[in-house]
């Protein structure tokens, strides 16, 4: 069969969770670089969104559910557990994530406050900024009690779980109400640093703005 394709930006977030769980199975890909709603990812994705995969004559959107297929039909370490509780808890933290945690983090906070302006060549949007860091200093409070005496959020290896959230940990990282935030919480801060040396998410940064 071909090579699996991924389709998508390298500054998305949900694009760097497949790119980095491919890296951790060790399974080669063509990186297609698209934006939304272009052209390439309307053909896979309803809703025109990132990250799309193609696998021969399969196509997949949904950054989780690339992600399952990667996790059964290669070999490699795997990232979803194969017991019931430990597949379950894996799930539990990703739908958080995707529904909760990135919403207020990403959504909220990263886009509309820094890089939508960034890209228009204004200044941070302070009023989105400061209605938005409540709830993004709560959310790092619920991870902060999630790894706190852990080095993964499921089990005793890296998961799936832990691969959701670390390009939302960078993204905090980056801008400094945020970042502030994180050193408030010495284990999430913690788990953050000792993980982002891996080579998986080390070699998926996204390219800094020029400037
Ligand atoms: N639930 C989707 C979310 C994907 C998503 O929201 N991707 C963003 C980029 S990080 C996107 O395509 N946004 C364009 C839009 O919402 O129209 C997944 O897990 O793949």
Known sequence: MSAVEIIGSPVSSYVRVVRI??????????????????????????????????????????SKAICTYLDKAFPGPKLIPDDALGAAQVEQWISFVNTVTDPAIIRQYVVPGYIIPGMAQKAPDRACIEAAMP???????????????????VGDTLTLAD?????????AVRFPESAAAMAKYPNLKAYYDLHAQRPSVRDTAPPLPKG
């Open 21 to 62: 769980a491919f890296a951790e199975k060790g399974i080669p890909y063509d990186f297609r670089p698209a934006a939304p709603h272009s052209a390439d990812v309307d053909a896979i994705h309803p809703m025109g969104k990132i990250p799309c995969m193609r696998h021969g004559d399969i196509e997949l959107f949904e």
């Open 163 to 171: 691969i959701n959230i670390f390009p939302i940990l960078a993204g």
């Open 135 to 153: 709830n993004v200093d709560k959310q790092l409070g619920i991870l902060e009690k999630a790894v706190t005496g852990r080095t993964w959020l």
